[in-house]
């Protein structure tokens, strides 16, 4: 049932991007995956949008050798509820990535060096913007749904409040019309770790700054994780491995942390980190509108959502 072996593709767009900041961002490359065929009227196109550090690999393996299949592979193939037989799926790594899209790590036209701190602060309403070029250049005139949590959630809402005539139904799970003072507050500390750490050199580093990207990682795990969850998950079990006593031995839930803290730092930038986190804190899907009701008002179509009452975000 699986999609099987899966190939990512590129697209650079010679065009140039005017962002909700002013600023101007081009040329565009985006990376996608697709799964599944158009069909003739290119009718049966379904986007899924990622997470904060998510990417493109959404379902299947790039190759026999690659031991973990894409973040969403459970849902994603013949006859499982993304249906492959059915609909065409596509995954697009926004713009502010580091797994392909333009972001901090890609090389600046302007200068021939990496962007780093000179990529412009963009959006979520950007990152949507940049996605309907892609659509547009496949010749999908209307997508079957914008299916997408979390950051994905915002991006699929952006979707229905900004293009509701290129989408006939948007799924939102565990997002937020705008994040909360809490919520900017954690991503605050979490940028606070990078910031602070000696090897950042204000993002001209030229390797990741290893404990401070783990440390806000780690604040982020606290975030993705509710109460509940973490009690179901770890209690108050102490590893084996380390005396009660010792003064360095750790509770699961401390080990858990750590481990991916630093397992995360081998397979994410810390400048996109920090672009993807002001992204999601400048979010507002009102933003230019009065109030939620009036930013609503054009959806014709419907959109449904998931939400979790143990969700801190």
Known sequence: MSVGIVQPQSVTFDTELRLESGRILGPITLVFETYGQLNAD?????????????????AGRHSEEETRPGWWDEIVGPGRLLDTDRYCVICINVIGSCYGSTGPTSTNPRTGKRYNLGFPVITVRDM?????????????????????????????????????????SAVVLA??????????????????AIFNDPTWKKGEYRKNPKDGLALARGVGHITFLS?????????????????????????????????????FVDRFDANSFLYLAK????????????????????????????AFTSDWL
Not at 230 to 244: I, Y
Not at 245 to 258: H, P, S
Not at 280 to 305: H, K, R, T
């Open 128 to 168: 949507v913007r940049a996605q309907l070029l892609l659509i547009d250049h496949l010749g999908i005139d209307r997508l079957v749904t914008v299916l997408g949590g979390s950051m994905g959630g915002m991006q699929a809402l952006e979707w229905a409040t900004q293009f509701p005539d290129r989408l006939a």
């Open 42 to 58: 290119r009718s049966n196109a379904i986007l899924v949008t990622h997470a904060w550090t998510g990417s493109a690999h959404l």
């Open 227 to 263: 109460d509940e969850s973490m009690t179901a998950k770890f209690g108050r079990r102490f590893s084996a491995r380390d005396g009660l006593f010792d003064f360095f031995g750790q509770f699961e839930v401390e080990r858990y942390l750590t481990y991916n803290g630093y397992n």
């Open 175 to 192: 997002t937020s019309p705008r994040p909360s003072a809490q919520a900017i507050a954690l991503n605050a500390v979490a940028r606070w």
């Open 279 to 306: 992204a999601l804190d400048l979010y507002d899907v009102a933003w230019g509108c009065e109030s939620l009701e009036e930013a609503f008002q054009p959806v014709p179509v419907p959109i449904q959502f998931f």
